[in-house]
């Protein structure tokens, strides 16, 4: 209780110093971090899987994670900000579910953007605020989450609802090109590879979940 309060807070410091990157006002929801885990859920537990997180911030999915993983599976957690890394490494450390995972498990600090993978993952689960980005840098991003994922494996990202329909609509000048590429963008990706959107409503504020499969 007293720990989920700390990440809240923590959270909220992060959005007030950095919005563009931290890009929520809370932390996910269980039943975003469900949806977010569906697929990897669904994995056959006899057959070992790699696992990527992006963008973990106090740890409200990789809790959900954590939980799924089987002996042999490999989770590897891209995460750009110090104070998330510093909450995320406590909780591998102090939490039973995450502490069980501790070794199969790595947390490293950078950019999504300059990770390398060794290989590729069955599953890329990412939680970055795309829509808060420099156009460019989401299409690069969106092209290293299908380099990162294995062919037929799963991406699940989410965004918040309607953000970029109304900013689409009520932006001008360079801020709606912006939002219109990015829209372009994550829409191409979503016409050729989209499984599945889910609608979470209980969350702050409301998100869809998208989950494409990488191409075979
Ligand atoms: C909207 S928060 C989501 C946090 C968490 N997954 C959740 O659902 O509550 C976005 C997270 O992405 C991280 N982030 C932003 N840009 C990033 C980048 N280029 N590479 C890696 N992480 C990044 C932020 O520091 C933050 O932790």
Not at 11 to 27: L, S, V, Y
Request: overall charge positive; aromatic content about 10%; glycine content about 4%.
């Amino acid at each position: 209780m007293f720990s989920a309060l700390r990440n809240q807070t923590a959270f909220f410091r992060q959005f007030r110093q950095r919005f563009e990157t931290t890009g929520a006002i809370a932390p996910s929801s269980r039943f975003l971090a469900r949806s977010m885990t569906s697929y990897l859920a669904l994995r056959d537990p006899a057959v070992p899987v790699r696992v990527l997180e992006i963008g973990p911030g106090t740890g409200p999915v990789t809790n959900s994670i954590v939980r799924l993983l089987r002996p042999g599976d490999v989770f590897d957690l891209v995460e750009l900000n110090a104070e998330f890394v510093q909450i995320l490494q406590q909780r591998f450390e102090s939490e039973p579910a995450w502490a069980s995972a501790k070794t199969q498990s790595q947390i490293h600090q950078l950019p999504v953007q300059e990770f390398e993978a060794s290989a590729p993952y069955d599953f890329v689960i990412s939680g970055l605020p795309l829509n808060n980005f420099p156009a460019e840098l989401v299409k690069s991003i969106a092209e290293n989450y299908f380099r990162l994922l294995k062919p037929g494996g799963v991406l699940s990202y989410f965004e918040y609802m309607y953000v970029r329909p109304i900013r689409k609509v009520v932006s001008r000048g360079a801020e709606r090109m912006r939002i219109t590429s990015i829209d372009t963008t994550l829409q191409s990706h979503c016409d050729r590879c989209r499984i599945r959107r889910d609608n979470i409503w209980l969350n702050t504020p409301p998100a869809w979940v998208q989950h494409l499969r990488g191409l075979e």
